[in-house]
């Protein structure tokens, strides 16, 4: 049981450039996020998937897109890098519903730099 | 949306002595709290979490406390260990709410 995995694990983009960070559990969760963290300022949601089929903005959305590929897998990608979007990005996953455990699981991250 | 202020954003303690971490939070309906720790360099861990339905949760050296009137709840750490250093985030969501609201961390140094 690999719990939420995430790869790459280090990018180094140049501005105007694009890729794809890929995120997969094995835990049967439905819900799956991903964050960006930057000093100071916690954890911010870029984008949720509720479920297959289904994603949903959050905080700071702009400049990415996702894909809910199938249950277990969520992909953030990133058509244009800007220096803006150096960041380590985590992606999380959960089980769906109000009752029983709302714990998030984390992925170990992507560190990502623009220049 | 959900606004949640974490304070301090840094702390050091004496190894042995307790901490306190604080948050407030701003949408009433929110009514499910966690609480993560990240040590460095790796991912945020739950470690404890508290819903709206009761005051107070204890899980060994760590407990948290929820004012639902104030709109704030609080992370406590007793007997302070070196493993204890470490950055918490505490944050906000209504329960079945499939979003998060964190605070922007604290980073706690336990003092040998």
């Known amino acids: 049981n690999a719990g939420v995995t995430q790869t790459p694990k280090f990018q180094v983009l140049k501005t105007g450039q694009s890729m794809t960070l890929q995120c997969a559990q094995d835990m049967n969760h439905n819900s799956m996020y991903w964050y960006r963290q930057d000093p100071g300022m916690g954890l911010r949601l870029i984008y949720y998937?509720?479920?297959?089929?289904?994603?949903d903005k959050g905080e700071v959305p702009n400049g990415y897109n996702v894909s809910r590929l199938n249950k277990r897998e969520f992909s953030l990608r990133l058509e244009s890098a800007a220096p803006s979007q150096t960041s380590v990005y985590f992606c999380?996953?959960?089980?769906?519903?109000?009752?029983?455990?709302?714990?998030?699981?984390f992925g170990p991250g992507t560190r990502l730099t623009v220049t | 949306g959900e606004n949640v202020e974490q304070h301090p954003s840094t702390l050091s303690v004496q190894e042995g002595d307790s901490a306190v971490i604080k948050c407030t939070y701003s949408d009433s309906a929110s009514n499910y709290f966690p609480w993560y720790k990240q040590e460095l360099g790796k991912r945020p861990q739950l470690i404890i979490d508290?819903?709206?339905?009761?005051g107070e949760k204890k899980d060994q050296r760590i407990a948290v406390t929820l004012n639902k009137t104030a709109k704030h709840f609080s992370l406590h750490i007793t007997e302070t260990q070196p493993e204890d250093s470490a950055v918490y985030f505490c944050?906000?969501?209504?329960?079945?709410?499939?979003?998060?609201?964190f605070g922007t961390g604290t980073r706690l140094t336990i003092i040998p």
């Open positions: 944050a906000a969501s209504m329960g079945g709410n499939e979003k998060l609201t």
């Open positions: 998937s509720a479920s297959e089929g289904t994603t």
């Open positions: 999380a996953s959960r089980t769906t519903g109000q009752v029983g455990p709302l714990e998030q699981y």
């Open positions: 508290i819903r709206s339905n009761v």
